[in-house]
């Protein structure tokens, strides 16, 4: 996570000086900051594993809550829940949307623009339609 501008358009992060929020970006000092995801990731699947970066508002619908409610639960002191909103996401199934970044600074860069866990239901029709698509093909 990272502080970062409370500006509408502007997700830079900010720095901490004189008991305020500076973004060097805007050149804006505030009171407050928002709280953002920046998260890194390792995933798996069959043909093997790779590392991604999970950014706010796709880390958001994974783990259920925002970056500024995790900063509350830090703060606050409730260390074990905030482990458990990690570990309950951790050694599940998701369908992802991934993205390469092409950087001079990171080679090989992943972005997870979409994550959406899959629910027995889903595996279910995913196969009955298989199965119907079998049929078409067999004739």
Request: charged share 10%.
């Given at each position: 996570m990272y502080p970062s501008c409370i500006s509408e358009n502007c997700k830079k992060k900010v720095n901490r000086q004189d008991n305020q929020w500076f973004c060097s970006s805007c050149s804006k000092k505030m009171q407050n900051c928002h709280w953002r995801f920046n998260l890194k990731a390792r995933i798996h699947d069959y043909s093997g594993s790779?590392?991604?970066?999970?950014?706010?508002?796709?880390?958001?619908?994974?783990?259920?809550?925002?970056?500024?409610?995790?900063?509350?639960?830090?703060?606050?002191?409730?260390?074990?829940?905030?482990?458990?909103?990690?570990?309950?996401?951790k050694y599940q199934e998701y369908l992802l949307k991934i993205t390469k970044k092409n950087s001079k600074k990171f080679m090989n860069s992943f972005v997870a623009e979409s994550i959406t866990p899959i629910r027995n239901e889903i595996i279910e029709y995913s196969k009955y339609l298989i199965k119907i698509i079998h049929s078409y093909s067999s004739n």
């Open positions: 790779c590392f991604v970066t999970i950014f706010d508002q796709t880390a958001q619908s994974l783990l259920g809550i925002s970056a500024n409610q995790i900063q509350n639960i830090i703060h606050s002191g409730k260390i074990k829940e905030y482990h458990k909103i990690f570990q309950n996401v």
